[in-house]
């Protein structure tokens, strides 16, 4: 641990009620030790640093304007808000980042008042902002509502809505558009060449020089300075501005590192602005910290790193993670299957699918912060007799249910869903935890849904999705590294609805999908030092069950106990469904299914997480005793 940077004029900041007392020369002094905060702390709890740096300036920018936490800042994702943590009250516990008990990585609602709408995922800022201007004017919550949104976030679909909606309105609420050409990878498509022409074309250098010697002067000429932007935007070959024409009022593009823009701007805004105002700012991503600035990634997520050099402090890795195996394994796949072709929502290095882009750069797209778009775009590749994988976070892939549904399932096409980040997470939290993905996709007909028990299952199953061209399939898997077991050469198709025994016992049956089977096996050791080892299965698949096996296990034990890392209603209900319907429970056998609980579980490393939700060895071993009545008595 390095010694915390000097900051006498943070140091007389508790909230932002005392940026008020600042001069303008002291807020420049502020944004400055702001940023050396940022940094030491999460050099100590790793987390999401670069875009935190990006809009140091634009933080102190809005509490020292606006009046929070009367006026409500939205910041979009979330990714962005240490910096704006610290400043609202929450320095002495910034270095809890992201661990068990401290900090949220995002805005939460429970942890301050500052934190006026819940982040997590992208492009919610706007629709938020929209609800609490109007919600202002129907007699609710007071103040003014900003919503801070990247440019990457601007792809989501939803972005769009709202924008369209709060142009509709009319009333006054305010939209800070932050442009760093930077989401988690480089943003996709024609809305980021359009914002790069705004502020790189040699027209709009103009307008920018323009705008910038003019924000000094905007109080008096302001309307003859923003006639004479609206004649420049409006005289470009693009023919205007995309958000005039939705009814906002567009101001920009404004350098979202210089406070002597960005302080007069604001000011101007509170005072004077009456309808909708767009905001237009460029921020660079990583700001003022060399080794985040020169990042691929500029720094998005980092492990704890030191300070001096940026290197991240890593613990060695066992074995290698399950979305590089998914990667190579496609790949591999493909290399004999011209016809695979891949596709992300705006994350090809969180899913491993920069590697299967840079051997096959014409089969693999990055659609955008757009899954739904993702789904229904594989849909209609797979219509078109192609063999497309839609690769996705399962928390992410909740957003393309409805397409899931009416353009993939009810049409029986063929779409391979890669379900990365399957289970509970570790320092995102709830927000990113995979818990709910068997339940709806099991719940569909016609779909195959499995879950790898290892990095081997994996392989097996990417291969399975290849060969099953009649019907959609999905496959889940989870954050971190594998198990380090044998790797196959190659993988080979699995028989669909079959699952496999892996080790005989008595009395009791564990049946595990997904990859807690480690933890049953971890249990099963130890209830065989009591003489009371019991059988366990990989299920591999939750749709369509392995009937025969599920009916055998029945026939044989005087229980199951279903494990699964997602909730209620998933694999477990499905084998208890099974039960029922063949007159098994009318027998008195005894059926346990042990899913994710009933709440969300706050961020802590993924062993603290899976303990609070009882899925680990300990707790399996405590469910076995308990069905074979010996738990209590034993332990009295």
Same mark, same amino acid.
């Given at each position: 641990?390095?010694?915390?940077?000097?900051?006498?004029?943070?140091?007389?900041?508790?909230?932002?009620?005392?940026?008020?007392?600042?001069?303008?020369?002291?807020?420049?002094?502020?944004?400055?030790?702001?940023?050396?905060?940022?940094?030491?702390?999460?050099?100590?709890?790793?987390?999401?640093?670069?875009?935190?740096?990006?809009?140091?300036?634009?933080?102190?920018?809005?509490?020292?304007?606006?009046?929070?936490?009367?006026?409500?800042?939205?910041?979009?994702?979330?990714?962005?808000?240490?910096?704006?943590?610290?400043?609202?009250?929450?320095?002495?516990?910034?270095?809890?980042?992201?661990?068990?008990?401290?900090?949220?990585?995002?805005?939460?609602?429970?942890?301050?008042?500052?934190?006026?709408?819940?982040?997590?995922?992208?492009?919610?800022?706007?629709?938020?902002?929209?609800?609490?201007?109007?919600?202002?004017?129907?007699?609710?919550? +007071?103040?003014?509502?900003?919503?801070?949104?990247?440019?990457?976030?601007?792809?989501?679909?939803?972005?769009?809505?709202?924008?369209?909606?709060?142009?509709?309105?009319?009333?006054?609420?305010?939209?800070?558009?932050?442009?760093?050409?930077?989401?988690?990878?480089?943003?996709?498509?024609?809305?980021?060449?359009?914002?790069?022409?705004?502020?790189?074309?040699?027209?709009?250098?103009?307008?920018?020089?323009?705008?910038?010697?003019?924000?000094?002067?905007?109080?008096?000429?302001?309307?003859?300075?923003?006639?004479?932007?609206?004649?420049?935007?409006?005289?470009?070959?693009?023919?205007?501005?995309?958000?005039? %024409?939705?009814?906002?009022?567009?101001?920009?593009?404004?350098?979202?590192?210089?406070?002597?823009?960005?302080?007069?701007?604001?000011?101007?805004?509170?005072?004077?602005?009456?309808?909708?105002?767009?905001?237009?700012?460029?921020?660079?991503?990583?700001?003022?910290?060399?080794?985040?600035?020169?990042?691929?990634?500029?720094?998005?997520?980092?492990?704890?790193?030191?300070?001096?050099?940026?290197?991240?402090?890593?613990?060695?890795?066992?074995?290698?993670?399950?979305?590089?195996?998914?990667?190579?394994?496609?790949?591999?796949?493909?290399?004999?299957?011209?016809?695979?072709?891949?596709?992300?929502?705006?994350?090809?290095?969180?899913?491993?699918?920069?590697?299967?882009?840079?051997?096959?750069?014409?089969?693999?797209?990055?659609?955008?912060?757009? %899954?739904?778009?993702?789904?229904?775009?594989?849909?209609?590749?797979?219509?078109?007799?192609?063999?497309?994988?839609?690769?996705?976070?399962?928390?992410?892939?909740?957003?393309?249910?409805?397409?899931?549904?009416?353009?993939?399932?009810?049409?029986?096409?063929?779409?391979?869903?890669?379900?990365?980040?399957?289970?509970?997470?570790?320092?995102?939290?709830?927000?990113?935890?995979?818990?709910?993905?068997?339940?709806?996709?099991?719940?569909?007909?016609?779909?195959?849904?499995?879950?790898?028990?290892?990095?081997?299952?994996?392989?097996?199953?990417?291969?399975?999705?290849?060969?099953?061209?009649?019907?959609?399939?999905?496959?889940?898997?989870?954050?971190?590294?594998?198990?380090?077991?044998?790797?196959?050469?190659?993988?080979?198709?699995?028989?669909?609805?079959?699952?496999?025994?892996?080790?005989?016992?008595?009395?009791?049956?564990?049946?595990?999908?997904?990859?807690?089977?480690?933890?049953?096996?971890?249990?099963?050791?130890?209830?065989?030092?009591?003489?009371?080892?019991?059988?366990?299965?990989?299920?591999?698949?939750?749709?369509?069950?392995?009937?025969?096996?599920?009916?055998?296990?029945?026939?044989?034990?005087?229980?199951?106990?279903?494990?699964?890392?997602?909730?209620?209603?998933?694999?477990?209900?499905?084998?208890?469904?099974?039960?029922?319907?063949?007159?098994?429970?009318?027998?008195?056998?005894?059926?346990?299914?042990?899913?994710?609980?009933?709440?969300?579980?706050?961020?802590?490393?993924?062993?603290?997480?899976?303990?609070?939700?009882?899925?680990?060895? +300990?707790?399996?071993?405590?469910?076995?005793?308990?069905?074979?009545?010996?738990?209590?008595?034993?332990?009295?």
């Amino acid at each position: 641990m390095t010694n915390p940077p000097l900051t006498p004029t943070l140091d007389r900041v508790n909230t932002p009620t005392d940026l008020k007392a600042l001069s303008d020369r002291e807020l420049h002094q502020l944004a400055g030790e702001l940023r050396a905060e940022t940094i030491s702390a999460v050099s100590e709890t790793g987390g999401h640093l670069g875009a935190g740096l990006g809009v140091v300036e634009l933080t102190v920018a809005l509490h020292a304007v606006f009046d929070t936490p009367r006026d409500k800042i939205i910041w979009d994702v979330g990714h962005q808000c240490y910096p704006h943590k610290i400043l609202t009250g929450r320095r002495d516990r910034i270095r809890t980042l992201r661990t068990k008990g401290g900090l949220s990585g995002f805005t939460k609602r429970s942890e301050s008042p500052y934190d006026a709408f819940g982040a997590g995922h992208s492009s919610t800022s706007i629709s938020a902002a929209v609800g609490f201007a109007m919600a202002r004017e129907l007699g609710g919550d +007071p103040g003014d509502a900003i919503a801070v949104i990247g440019d990457g976030a601007l792809t989501g679909g939803m972005a769009f809505e709202a924008l369209n909606h709060g142009g509709h309105m009319g009333k006054r609420v305010f939209v800070v558009l932050n442009d760093n050409e930077m989401s988690i990878s480089p943003p996709v498509g024609a809305l980021s060449s359009y914002l790069t022409r705004l502020y790189t074309g040699a027209p709009f250098q103009d307008l920018r020089a323009v705008a910038k010697g003019a924000v000094g002067l905007l109080p008096e000429p302001f309307q003859e300075g923003a006639r004479r932007a609206k004649e420049m935007l409006k005289g470009m070959a693009v023919g205007g501005t995309l958000f005039e %024409e939705l009814n906002w009022n567009y101001v920009g593009p404004v350098d979202g590192h210089d406070l002597d823009q960005l302080l007069p701007l604001f000011r101007m805004l509170k005072t004077r602005a009456t309808a909708p105002t767009l905001i237009h700012i460029v921020t660079k991503k990583g700001k003022g910290y060399a080794p985040a600035e020169g990042a691929p990634d500029r720094g998005h997520a980092t492990a704890k790193f030191d300070l001096v050099t940026g290197k991240q402090v890593k613990a060695p890795s066992n074995a290698p993670s399950y979305t590089k195996i998914f990667a190579q394994s496609l790949i591999a796949e493909a290399e004999r299957d011209d016809k695979i072709v891949a596709v992300t929502a705006a994350m090809p290095e969180g899913t491993g699918l920069n590697l299967f882009a840079e051997r096959f750069p014409r089969r693999c797209f990055d659609v955008g912060i757009a %899954e739904q778009h993702a789904v229904t775009f594989s849909a209609g590749l797979a219509a078109g007799g192609l063999k497309p994988f839609c690769t996705i976070y399962s928390t992410f892939l909740q957003r393309g249910y409805d397409q899931i549904v009416h353009d993939v399932a009810i049409q029986r096409l063929p779409v391979r869903f890669a379900i990365d980040r399957a289970g509970l997470v570790g320092a995102d939290g709830a927000t990113h935890a995979g818990s709910f993905d068997v339940g709806f996709m099991s719940s569909l007909p016609g779909m195959v849904v499995m879950a790898a028990a290892d990095e081997a299952e994996l392989v097996h199953m990417v291969a399975t999705a290849v060969a099953l061209d009649d019907r959609p399939c999905a496959f889940r898997y989870p954050r971190g590294e594998g198990m380090g077991v044998d790797m196959p050469d190659c993988g080979v198709p699995l028989e669909i609805g079959r699952g496999r025994i892996v080790a005989e016992g008595g009395r009791v049956a564990i049946l595990s999908f997904g990859t807690r089977l480690a933890e049953v096996l971890k249990a099963r050791e130890s209830l065989a030092q009591r003489g009371l080892a019991p059988t366990v299965a990989d299920a591999r698949f939750a749709k369509p069950l392995d009937r025969e096996l599920i009916l055998r296990l029945a026939r044989e034990h005087e229980a199951i106990i279903t494990v699964e890392e997602g909730a209620i209603g998933g694999f477990g209900s499905h084998v208890a469904q099974l039960l029922f319907d063949e007159g098994v429970m009318d027998r008195g056998f005894k059926f346990r299914s042990m899913v994710l609980p009933d709440s969300f579980i706050d961020h802590a490393n993924p062993e603290d997480m899976y303990a609070a939700a009882a899925m680990n060895a +300990p707790q399996i071993e405590a469910k076995v005793l308990e069905v074979l009545g010996v738990a209590v008595a034993k332990r009295a």
